[in-house]
């Protein structure tokens, strides 16, 4: 152990936790301290490499910790207390587990002579957390304390989830020399590459296919280059999921759009006539509905994934590592008539989409809403996507350049997306960030909103203000129910954002809109724009 001299105070293992993650590369902290934390967040203070962002509730940290892993592929921590502070990072840290977001969190725990049950603030954190986790465990030993979280680190990184580590508030305060600390070695990321035979057999495939169709998922956002390599050299429409619209810009005359409930027409169609989808990175789900029966190749770095659907062939790998070598081996080929055809119907697609967004209509429509966007937010602007129809509007009206945008994919969760633009803004702090959402989902989390006052995080929040649940309006009319428990009493949003301290910019018109995005985007200061629109879809 370090020996201390008189005034001095021996390193902690909160300390050295801390210290690891800074020489890991992992600085940033959301969470909310507490009892069963205070040596942890001591050591935090203490840490001038590393940040603390001190949240309102927990649910937002983990969401923010969740969307930063999906906006820049690193690692940021949960650090919250006992108890109550970890059952509400729970939806949060659901939504990292499912969209296979790597998160670690850090949870404080009561004193180890109070174990048991009757200790204020005191839950069975290991057995609340196991669903959750590709690791989970409690550290009782300071000698151990290192070794458990590397463990962890690797563990969130190779399988891609959450690892979560409860620390007795008497064991982070216990002293502790590193120098006599066993690790383990943590790897910066992970890539898998396909086996020959695998290459083969899926270049097979797509040679002896007349009319594939390349279906790309989030999984191949980091290819992006090697997808339109591919379409390039087969000819070949690149139909997305949602989570990967973007991934090439709409404008691109090989992306045919998004496939599924809210995406294009001659995506649909595409893929109905193809005879082989190429699908990267992508996994089946129900909101992507591919035929039961369509022939695929799959490309996937989850094997967990392959097969889902049946296959002719698959490829484990990652996607940016595989496609450039099946790029290579397949044979060129020729589609004038396609190209032409794929052209024509994006015209037609982008010539209803203008005819939907309807300048004179008040309250002011969606469609209308999402072109003004499009034509206004920066081209590399990032963008946080709420749960919604919010986002049913963003992913079937917005035309993406080269901006980003992340989402809750398979949770589905509301409340994503102001969480997820405080993330998009500490990862990318010079880039226009916008958080599209819902009333609905803003006013779930919306006490965070001043925490991009108090971080001077410039982040514009676009609230569709229906004063309803538009969304569940619809399910209920497709389910036959008449609209029930789904409207909403709102404040003035705007004025919200004024006594929070930031700017608020009400728009009832739609010739204010315009207007209103671009000055808040001058601002370079956090600014909601509240506009009232109509929650009804069509008709």
Known sequence: MTKTTPGESATTVADVLIAELEAWGITLFFGIPGASSLPLVEAVRKNRGVRYIVVRHEETA?????????????????????????TNLATGLYDAKEDRASVLSINGQVKMQYGGPGGIQEIDQDAFFRPITVFNNTIVDPAMAIKLLTRALRYAIVDRGVAQLSIPNDIQAAPLDPAHCE????LPSVSVAPTDEAIRAVVEAIDGARRPVILAGFGAMNAAGAVLDLAEKLQAPVVTTLRAKGILPDANEWLAGVHGELGTPHALMLVLKSDLVIACGMSFSGHTNIPPGKKAVQIDIDPTQLGKHPLVAAAWGDCAVALPRIVEAVRPRE????????????REWSDRLDREADPEAVPIRPPYIMKILSETLPEDALISIDVGDNQWWFGRNFRMKRQRFAMSGYLGTMA????????????????????????????MVMADFITTVKYDL????????NRELAMIREEQREEGYPPYGIDLTNPDFAAYAEACGATGIRVTRPQELEGAVREAISMNAPVIIDIETDPKRFG
């Open 416 to 443: 994503f997306g102001l969480p997820g633009a405080i993330a998009a803004k500490l990862a990318y702090p010079d880039k226009t960030v916008v958080c599209i959402v819902g009333d609905g989902g803003f006013s």
């Open 183 to 186: 690790r383990e070695t943590c």
């Open 458 to 465: 410039p982040i514009i929040v676009v609230v569709l203000n």
């Open 62 to 86: 983990a969401l923010a910790a969740s969307a930063y892993n999906k906006f820049t592929g690193k690692i940021a921590v949960c650090l919250t207390i006992a108890g109550p502070g970890a």
């Open 335 to 346: 589609d004038e008539a396609g190209r032409k055809w794929l052209a024509d119907k994006k």
